[in-house]
């Protein structure tokens, strides 16, 4: 029976594509797609003899049999715990299983393979990290079904020919052994590859980025795509001898630094960029977003703050980073800080950021998506300072927890007491103007990336173990259940 056609007889009804009736199936229409579905997905997982033409033009059956692998096969309680992460129930825990299981030298036992392929098939971000705890068997399994057979074929991939994730994967491993090698062979295709591509080559020259790579960047800065040319420009400006930065920081020196305190801004800007059309300012003015509404002095300034690396706005201006911060106070000034913050990955001005606006929970920033984005981008330090504030989470801050909702980084104790000791207030003592299941995602995220010793070990854990809280909340279950697991698999393994 066709896998697609009862596919297609389950979802548009038995009425509409009726199956044939077979032999020893129910004659309900419904019953025997369903029994059809069940019997076709398991053929599907099942091998088949593989049969190869002889010399002489006879069949052939041949035995295959996997290469040897001397790894034990993980346990029962192991096995227990995969099978409940590829059902779905407990799945993001997927990258620590296997990270275990290959600190442990184990590998999965042949069972759940074709589970683990079919998961390895999906998620192709995570297929080596796969491959790699199936085993020898897992790769000859995956040979011989069509659907799994790229997990285990290992070809070489050329930059020429490949597809694109291939060539992006090709040049990133390239380019940390032989970044020469590597920015040669972008120097030859630049002019054909598409915008979208070129933006993620351009983020690869990141990686061992030298003296030598400035002359494609500059290519790049010549750019039809304004964001190609952004891109290139804020690598450009990380290179401390760069031609482009030196440009940049002049620019920005004699045009741009007086007017970073608000009083002075609009007559310095007026004084230093007299003329949209003057010579000097055409290659930074398509650089920044100009409606026709819009201040070209103020975006192109805005623009500055946004790219320069957070460093050069002390050197260049003389003001310290409180002093910055409170000139950017501002919502829109604010954003473009806050943007150039992550952008250059600068956690040491956090304590500035948030010491300025913490003041003030009315402030529009903490409802903008560049305060989120820093605070996910330096949660560690972020939540030192609420913690060693007494800062809490409300209304105004909500987005506090929507950036430790996206931290999928390894957690701190600090981060866990803090975001427990919060829903507590919220859901058990009822302290807090947001109600408990706003922190259902954050603290899903939490039990993920904690160490699931830190959480057990905390207050709001304990006082529940002894039913010091009459309720049970949906959310806080699924986060202990996820951290049970989480230490239970962790002993299932060692």
């Not at 608000?262 to 949209?276: C, H």
């Amino acid at each position: 029976m066709n896998w697609s056609a009862i596919l297609k007889t389950t979802i548009t009804g038995t009425e509409r594509s009726p199956l044939p009736e077979q032999p020893g199936v129910a004659h309900d229409p419904a019953q025997t797609a369903l029994e059809s579905l069940a019997t076709a997905n398991l053929l599907r997982k099942a091998g088949r003899r593989v049969v190869v033409m002889g010399r002489d033009g006879n069949r052939e059956h041949w035995k295959i049999t996997a290469e040897a692998d001397n790894r034990p096969v993980c346990g029962d309680d192991a096995a227990r715990d995969l099978n409940l992460i590829l059902s779905g129930r407990f799945g993001e825990a997927m990258p620590e299983y296997a990270g275990l299981l290959l600190e442990k030298g184990k590998q999965v036992p042949p069972e759940l393979l074709p589970e683990l392929l079919d998961r390895a098939a999906r998620y192709t971000h995570m297929a080596a990290q796969l491959m790699a705890i199936a085993g020898s068997r897992g790769a000859w399994l995956a040979r011989q079904h069509p659907r799994w057979a790229d997990l285990a074929e290992k070809k070489g991939a050329d930059w020429f020919t490949g597809s694109f994730p291939e060539r992006k994967l090709l040049l990133q491993e390239t380019r940390s052994r032989n970044p020469l090698l590597a920015l040669t062979w972008l120097e030859k295709t630049w002019k054909e590859e598409k915008p979208a591509h070129k933006l993620q080559f351009i983020e690869l020259l990141r990686i061992r980025l030298s003296p030598a790579d400035e002359p494609l960047l500059k290519r790049a800065l010549q750019d039809k795509n304004r964001d190609i040319r952004i891109a290139a420009l804020e690598i450009l400006l990380r290179l401390p001898d760069s031609e482009t930065r030196a440009q940049a920081l002049s620019f920005f020196r004699e045009r741009l630094s007086d007017a970073i305190l608000p009083a002075r801004r609009e007559k310095v800007l007026k004084k230093n960029l007299p003329d949209m059309s003057e010579g000097g300012l055409q290659r930074w003015m398509s650089m920044p977003v100009i409606t026709g509404k819009s201040d070209w002095r103020e975006a192109l300034f805005l623009f500055f703050i946004s790219i320069l690396p957070p460093g050069d706005l002390m050197a260049q201006s003389g003001l310290t980073k409180e002093a910055i911060v409170a000139a950017f106070d501002n919502a829109a000034d604010a954003e473009q800080l806050l943007e150039s913050l992550v952008r250059h990955t600068d956690a040491t001005w956090t304590d500035a950021v948030l010491g300025h606006f913490c003041t003030n929970w009315r402030h529009v920033i903490w409802q903008s998506k560049a305060m989120t984005a820093f605070i996910t981008a330096f949660a560690p330090d972020a939540i030192d300072i609420f913690d060693r504030t007494g800062a809490g989470i409300g209304f105004e801050n909500e987005c506090v927890l929507r950036a430790l909702e996206h931290y999928d980084r390894p957690w701190t104790r600090t981060m866990v007491v803090f975001l427990l000791d919060q829903y507590r207030r919220a859901a058990f003592s009822f302290q807090s103007e947001i109600p408990g299941w706003h922190f259902a995602p954050a603290l899903r995220t939490a039990a993920y990336h904690c160490q699931p010793a830190d959480a057990l070990a905390t207050e709001v854990a304990r006082a529940y173990f002894q039913s010091q809280y009459p309720s049970r909340p949906r959310e806080f279950l699924t986060f202990l259940d996820i951290i049970r697991f989480r230490q239970g698999m962790r002993q299932h393994i060692a």
